[in-house]
């Protein structure tokens, strides 16, 4: 972990809180506030002790899912070329925290919630909704990376920065106009376009690489690096802008910054420090004190551990999964999510749902082909043909993947030559999207519970062929159906470092996303 006065506080000091001037209850404080100061919504987030009972049935439903996930023994010491990166053993992480004591239930969760994002995997994930995005914590400055005429590279409050405030706040923008001092006070539109000098007296990359080693999600240093910046992505219905995590944050554990910049068509630089603010979720549920805090937003619902997907009101239900909200893809119809197993990415903080400014979208039109999160372009060479893929995954498959095939020829049809896809941001989706397969070749997880899973399938346990553990979902090695569904499902032992692990034989197929709700 990094220093605290910035991006991340460690969970021993996250919450070691003056409250003198708060109330005993510290959420009736905040209670139907939109808008609240990190220390006020940590002080509520923190108010409620470590439930013993509880915290152990947390720590065993954890460890009897790790079994499912490739990452758990991989991750202890990840092979080169991330091997000085990604070196965490799940398991005794939660030894170490069933033994650990915490000042808080929230302070729990902050070390599991780290614990997983350190394995670097975005498809495994703890994530909660009594702490997870309840309150967004926001800065009205996004950075960004840009680089310079000569190739070099700094550090920018992206240019777009006020337009898009002002869009995602309205009103409430003039809190951090306020809240400047001196020449600065009521100019913030004055800092978008600026070069970041320093953030809390440091280079900016000593805070983007302290990003890097807490958030999770990917295993190349690099992306995690990225994900410090503002950034775009193509939507289901146009292009959506993210605030990355410098200006965005899941946790209201930061109370401001301090930055030094030099303004656009200034010789002098300037030195200020701008306050954090922490929103109410848009998933959060309303609370009047801490009693109803935790009742609305913290008790198991009947769909915290997911659908049964042989319900017969699973594809009309209105509730969505309680997953749904970490994904990091729209929503997909539930029917098409019955029929197509989706491999998504998880996080703590909800998809965002800013749009991109219309001076940053593409100049040139998209080809009549495009549907959804795939748009087509043509360049100006008439050679070179653009996939801005956003997703694999739609609200209707079907569409998105005829959308796919017709734009591909089409560009052909007009002569290109080439094709960049761009898919920054992009979001993995259904476990397959080609028939035939290109190669994917895997294994599958076989622990015991497996196995006696896949022993039921084969029983006529699924009719409708769903499941992730039914041999109609993949190919032998030689790319052709199992002849014996009985015997598509042989457990083979292997050493992985250091640890016992059971894969069943070569298998052409897809892949699973894997997720906790706690």
């Known amino acids: ?31 139907g506030k939109k808008w609240v100061l990190p220390l006020e919504a940590r002080a509520c987030l923190s108010a409620a002790p470590v439930e013993p009972t509880i915290k152990a049935n947390i720590i065993e439903v954890v460890n009897k899912t790790l079994a499912f996930h490739t990452s758990v023994n991989y991750q202890i010491q990840a092979p080169p070329p ?11 992480d939660l030894a170490r925290i069933s033994f650990q004591s915490y000042t808080s239930d929230f302070a729990l969760h902050l070390d599991v ?40 590279q700094n550090v920018y409050i992206a240019p777009e920065a006020f337009k898009v405030a002002t869009a995602e706040f309205g009103e409430d923008i003039q809190f951090w106009e306020n809240a400047l001092s001196g020449e600065l006070n009521g ?73 030094t910049v030099q303004r656009i068509n200034s010789n002098t630089t300037d030195t200020f420090t701008l306050p954090y603010r922490s929103r109410f979720g848009s998933a959060s549920k309303n609370f009047t004190d801490l009693a109803s805090f935790r009742e609305n937003n913290c008790h198991a619902t009947k769909k915290t551990n997911g659908n049964n997907l042989y319900d017969v009101n699973f594809s009309t239900t209105e509730e969505a999964d309680s997953i749904a909200f970490f994904q990091q893809q729209a929503p997909v119809n539930p029917r098409e999510a019955r029929e197509h197993a989706m491999n998504v990415i998880l996080d703590g903080m909800p998809l965002s749902d800013i749009s991109l400014p219309k001076e940053l979208h593409p100049t040139m039109p998209s080809l009549n082909e495009s549907y959804s999160v795939a748009q087509f ?33 089409e560009l052909k049809a007009r002569g290109a030559e080439r094709l960049v896809v761009d898919v920054r941001n992009q979001i993995i989706g259904p476990k397959s999207t080609t028939e035939p397969q290109a190669g994917l070749d895997t294994t599958i997880r076989a622990s015991p519970l497996a196995q006696l899973i896949a022993e039921k399938v084969s029983e006529g346990g699924d009719p409708d062929e769903l499941l992730y553990y039914n041999p109609i979902q993949w190919t032998n090695g030689s790319h052709l159906p199992f002849s014996e569904p009985r015997e598509w499902f042989v457990p083979t032992v292997k050493i992985i470092n250091g640890h016992k692990d059971a894969f069943s034989q070569r298998h052409v197929g897809g892949f699973w996303d894997s997720a906790i709700n706690d």
């Open 1 to 31: 972990m990094q220093r605290g006065c910035f991006l991340w506080l460690l969970p021993s000091l996250a919450f070691t809180l003056v409250y003198g001037a708060l109330p005993i209850d510290p959420c009736a404080s905040i209670a």
């Open 82 to 92: 991330y091997d000085r990166d990604v070196h965490e053993d799940l398991k005794a």
């Open 113 to 152: 919630y780290r614990s997983f994002k350190r394995v670097n995997d975005g498809h495994c994930g703890v994530y909660n909704y009594c702490y997870d995005s309840l309150y967004v914590t926001y800065l009205p400055i996004p950075l960004v990376l840009l680089t310079n005429s000569d190739g070099t």
């Open 187 to 259: 100019k913030l539109s004055s800092l978008s376009g600026a070069k970041v000098l320093l953030i809390n007296e440091e280079d900016p990359f000593v805070a983007v690489n302290s990003n890097a080693v807490v958030t999770g999600g990917y295993q190349a240093f690099v992306t995690r690096q990225n994900s410090f910046f503002a950034s775009y992505h193509r939507g289901p219905k146009g292009w959506d802008y993210a605030m990355g995590n410098f200006a965005q944050q899941v946790h209201p554990l930061v109370d401001s910054v301090s930055l």
């Open 377 to 409: 372009y043509l360049l100006d060479d008439k050679i070179t043909g653009v996939l801005a893929l956003g997703s694999f995954s739609a609200d209707n498959f079907t569409a998105f993947g005829l959308s796919l095939l017709n734009g591909l020829q």
